[in-house]
């Protein structure tokens, strides 16, 4: 069984402040790992992925996310917020004895970045 | 490059009517998706296809068809449409395999159903 968790349905942030959106997950294997984001009116764009390797993941337009096996966790991370950023992102999480493809979503944060 | 494309971006029907939504990848990637989104559940994963010719329900697949004869199309079907079925539709396309499973959306569908 899979299941993902986005303990914030909101978060803000100062422009040029760093920003955390959190994920948390559960498995029964290994987790194959996605953060995803939506902007307004838009359909859902990739940003990173972690399979295996490195327990830091670098994706598009300067997102890092930190896989942390002990803590379940795969923390969506920026070190300067841009008001662009502002969207709803989506965390999602696939167990590796789960069916190619078939990811679980979480129900998304929504960054607002604030001037 | 289109990537991928749904049609009709907006649709209104009423109860009871049937309702296809189409979905076209330009691409020939093997995994196709449906999925919908409501306030407060995120997206729920409807059907998805790991080839033509497979198709497997997701998490919310009661009142919904698909096909895919082929690699390229993947049509979502409402048989008798009703309220619950008011939502945001996004087809979705991957590679597949344990590093090319990541997921590419189309622009979505807004489907009210009077």
């Known amino acids: 069984a899979q299941s993902v968790a986005q303990p914030e349905d909101q978060v803000n942030v100062a422009e040029g402040n760093p920003l955390t959106v959190k994920c948390t997950y559960s498995?029964?294997?290994?987790?194959?790992l996605f953060w995803y984001v939506q902007y307004p009116n838009r359909g859902l764009q990739f940003l990173l992925k972690y399979i295996t390797g490195d327990n830091l993941v670098k994706g598009s337009y300067g997102f890092e996310a930190e896989f942390n096996k002990s803590q379940t966790s795969f923390h969506l991370k920026k070190p300067s917020a841009l008001v662009s950023d502002s969207a709803l992102y989506f965390c999602?999480?696939?167990?590796?004895?789960?069916?190619?493809?078939?990811?679980?979503f979480g129900d998304g944060t929504t960054l607002t970045v604030k001037p | 490059d289109a990537g991928i494309t749904q049609s009709p971006r907006y649709k209104i029907t009423e109860t009871g009517r049937q309702v296809t939504l189409m979905c076209h990848q330009t691409?020939?990637?093997?995994?196709m998706f449906w999925y919908r989104q409501d306030l407060g559940h995120g997206l729920r994963l409807i059907y998805y296809s790991a080839a033509a010719d497979i198709t497997d329900k997701g998490e919310v697949p009661d009142g919904y068809v698909v096909s895919r004869s082929k690699t390229e199309n993947f049509p979502l079907t409402l048989e008798s449409a009703t309220r619950s079925q008011t939502s945001v539709y996004f087809c979705a396309a991957a590679l597949g395999g344990q590093n090319f499973e990541t997921q590419y959306f189309g622009p979505g569908t807004r489907l009210l159903v009077l």
């Open positions: 498995v029964s294997g290994n987790p194959y």
């Open positions: 999602a999480v696939r167990d590796e004895y789960t069916n190619a493809g078939k990811s679980t």
């Open positions: 691409w020939s990637h093997s995994y």
